[in-house]
């Protein structure tokens, strides 16, 4: 049976743990609104949901940064994607300057899959909306694994995050 001292212990490293997983995520989601047009109510809701997850559900870590928990805010400078992360405290870790270039033909493709998604909605069977929807997030994952590329060994986060991040990119680069 474990002694007193030897229970404080263990619950002293299970609280040093949590506050380290705690440092390895973001606080804080926002989007520059001068980089952002006004979506339509789909996109909008997208948007919403993708900030409310990515807050709520993360891993996110700077490599070399100890200054976690993490805001980010995402933007667009001269057609290139800046995210701006700072510490808890709100000074600036890093700001990661991205091409967005590479991104170009699956932003296109994805988009075009999206209007006919929310066409598919008003009109189509479930069967050819689940189709629709297939391609999508298969767009979406693709997407996600390229930004996931371009930021390794720059940012430390699981794909769920990632995947996150990549709607908030398409939110920035949709411009009605």
Known sequence: MPTPGRLRSEETVRQDMS???DAQRLISVTLDPDSIARGTPNQEQERAVAIY???????FAVPGSAAGPYTLNISLHDAKLALDIRGYNGVTIVVHIL??????????????V???????IRTATPAQIEAIDMGRRALHN????LLELRLAGKIDCDFDTIRRLFTLVTALHWRG
Do not use: H, W
């Open 114 to 120: 999206c209007e006919t998604y929310y066409d598919a």
């Open 99 to 112: 091409s967005l270039s590479p991104f170009r033909r699956i932003l296109k493709d994805y988009f075009m």
């Open 142 to 145: 693709e997407g996600a694994t």
């Open 19 to 21: 506050e380290a997983d």
């Open 53 to 59: 997850d990515l807050v709520e559900q993360n891993t």
